[in-house]
């Protein structure tokens, strides 16, 4: 299974609590497709820098889950055919490398 990270936005023309169920339905997608919700949060309103869809503000949800990789387009098509969601983002989170510390020469003394 590979981790991934949605961000999406909600248009803002809809009430608070259908921005949460869209949410939620989009979770429960993910959950039928076998798919694990990590972490998900929401936020209010918020301004965009340039109109989506003639729109000016939006509700910007952030999820990270995992899922197979054969079950992402799946994943995209859901959200592409919701008219409620104006854009969104899907990127692989990578596990972070740990890097060796670097030597440092010593300070001469005199």
């Known amino acids: 299974m590979q981790t991934y990270e949605l961000t999406y936005i909600i248009?803002?023309?809809i009430a608070l609590e259908e921005a949460d169920t869209v949410k939620?339905?989009?979770?429960a997608f993910l959950q039928t497709k076998e798919g694990i919700i990590l972490k998900s949060e929401k936020t209010t309103p918020q301004p965009l820098a340039y109109q989506i869809k003639k729109q000016s503000s939006g509700f910007f949800v952030v999820t990270e889950f995992q899922i197979?990789?054969?079950?992402?387009k799946e994943a995209r098509a859901e959200l592409v055919k919701n008219p409620k969601i104006l854009r969104h983002f899907l990127m692989v989170k990578k596990p972070i490398k740990i890097m060796k510390e670097r030597r440092t020469r010593k300070p001469v003394q005199v």
């Open 11 to 13: 248009s803002s023309h």
């Open 24 to 27: 939620k339905d989009f979770e």
């Open 68 to 72: 197979q990789e054969d079950k992402v």
